[in-house]
């Protein structure tokens, strides 16, 4: 098989199983689908490593060792831990992995295949019949390639628009695909979603882009109207603010985001120091659940419009995504006690 088929193959492949359109991470994958071939002089990375190539043609069959669930095992152990001594993390120990799995699955559609149990001698083809297995160089393997280019264009544009989840959650609309996605990627990007649905106050309907703050029990979501600055409680029940019809999601603009944890006793929220308002960009939403001594409920605003993020008795105060503004006018001065989480989202 050509070297460009190993890289496209292996490109590909891991972009799909890492889910990623990192052009770093399918890089590295692409060019590890080269050095199964390290066992033929002919090959690029057998005439850049020459010594090595020489000596594995002289002990071994091509497409033998090199192109082997042992050699796939053996070359694991090595990178993994050393990647993860090297501090770097394990996606490119993956991408190595992954592509040089990849580059040697490819030959099993060649005339020869792959000793896959190597050192067993048997060698494994795909398909059985010979006639339609690829030849290096043939027409048919240029006609591969060219499905593979635009293979490797639809798998890529899906990924760099969020991976394969996103866009099945752009067909079924649901819940869950929104809440998918904030997991995987909320950490550095908005999670941008458009509802379809209608506002349980007036009865209207509502078709707007909104911002996900927080998903909560059973996929019902905490979202932001950015033009208003409120928040909303949108579900697929009979729930909330807002009762969706139908609901897109997608992956925004990057952002920096920031989770602090406190314990407050016995103290007040305008007395902790968070600094969280020194930079009007940021946006910074609290969430815990404290005691507190005779609370007056009355101070507390309420408008069924919105979601209300802060419910309390005359002993207790919940917070739930409580925008920082909105804790410090309404109960900033009361002395409270319990755990405060502070999640913070500001531009990058």
Sequence with gaps: MLAVSHVLVSGLATSIILNTSDPLVISVGALAGLFPDIDTPRSIVGRLFPFISNFLTEKMRHRSCTHSLLASVSLAFIVYPLFHFLNIGFQIPSAIVCGYVFGWLADMFTKNGVEVFWPSKIRYVCPTNRKFRLTTGSNAEYVVLFLLVLI????????????????????????????????????????????????????????????????????????????????????????????????????????????????????SINDVSLNLNSNSSVKSFLSGDFSVDEFDTSILGRDSSYFNP??????????????????????????LTGSLKVFSISEK
């Design 152 to 267: 490797a264009f639809a798998i890529f544009s899906i990924n760099y628009q969020g991976g394969f989840f996103q866009q099945l959650n752009q067909i079924i609309s649901s819940p869950s695909g929104a809440v998918r996605l904030y997991m995987q990627y909320s950490k550095e990007n908005k999670i941008l979603l458009n509802i379809e649905g209608t506002d349980t106050t007036s009865r209207s309907l509502i078709n707007k882009q909104f911002t996900l703050i927080q998903p909560i029990r059973n996929d019902d979501l905490i979202v932001l109207d950015e033009s208003e600055n409120k928040l909303y409680l949108a579900s697929d029940r009979l729930f909330g603010n807002i009762v969706i019809s139908r609901i897109t999601a997608k992956v925004g603009p990057p952002v920096k985001t920031q989770v602090k944890d406190l314990y407050l006793e016995d103290e």
């Design 310 to 335: 802060i419910e309390a008795t005359t002993s207790r105060i919940k917070l739930t995504a409580a925008p920082f503004s909105l804790v410090i006018n309404q109960i900033g001065d009361e002395f």
